[in-house]
């Protein structure tokens, strides 16, 4: 049973647009929860993160939204650009340290 | 600032060898470490954790084994590799454990098994 699903699988938006990576996850323990960016051949970056006492996360272009009844948050990325191309992965976290991932949504931005 | 290295870059080894790689942490006390394993395209998936030296914990079996030699060093290993072992392998590091833990990566070394 996959803890942390993500969708879709791979996006494609215009440069300008708001792309929007979609996340839910099984577990009700999970509370916080990372986001990272993953260029090809680089390790993941930290991108943004949540704390399941939050609802909304903001950060220059990058919005999480969560809704922890419905077990589900949103990446938003506003005014995209064709260097945020990679693959962004949501990931969750309890109290042990476990660190779970999504399988990751693949943005293109096109110029 | 804190800094991660990760050796080697990259590695092309044949079924049956050894393997060593190798994470240090510079620039922070006492981290917690990790070890991931990303097959290519794929999600990363925690192997190891290390709170302390000296001491790690398994999260999944993989014929893999790692240690904690010093406060900032971490190695993962095996005495015989598996063409299931090629992938990409990441150290990462933390200062709080728990629900509070915000996990940092390193670059990563890419591991191919022929």
């Known amino acids: 049973q996959q803890q942390v699903r993500q969708s879709p699988q791979s996006l494609t938006v215009w440069e300008g647009e708001t792309a929007i990576l979609n996340c839910s996850y099984e577990?009700?323990?999970?509370?916080?929860f990372p986001w990272y960016q993953q260029f090809p051949g680089e390790g993941p970056a930290l991108l943004i993160s949540?704390?399941?006492?939050?609802d909304k996360k903001e950060d220059g272009r990058f919005t999480i939204f969560f809704n922890k009844r419905e077990k589900k948050l949103s990446l938003h990325i506003t005014d995209s650009q064709p260097g945020d191309s990679a693959t962004y992965f949501c990931?969750?976290?309890?109290?042990?340290?476990?660190?779970?991932f999504g399988d990751g949504t693949v943005l293109t931005v096109k110029p | 600032a804190q800094t991660i290295h990760q050796w080697p870059v990259a590695e092309i080894k044949a079924v049956g060898s050894p393997l060593s790689l190798g994470c240090t942490i510079k620039?922070?006390?006492?981290?917690?470490l990790y070890w991931y394993w990303q097959a290519t395209g794929g999600t990363l998936q925690q192997l190891f954790y290390s709170i302390t030296v000296g001491q790690v914990e398994s999260v999944v079996q993989l014929n893999l084994s790692a240690s904690r030699p010093k406060d900032d060093q971490f190695i993962l290993s095996t005495e015989k590799l598996l063409l299931s072992h090629s992938g990409f392998y990441l150290c990462a590091w933390s200062l709080v454990w728990g629900d509070q833990d915000t996990q940092y990566f390193g670059p990563g070394t890419r591991l191919l098994v022929l």
């Open positions: 620039g922070k006390s006492s981290p917690n």
């Open positions: 990931a969750a976290n309890t109290n042990t340290g476990k660190l779970t």
């Open positions: 949540i704390r399941s006492v939050s």
């Open positions: 577990d009700s323990t999970f509370n916080y």
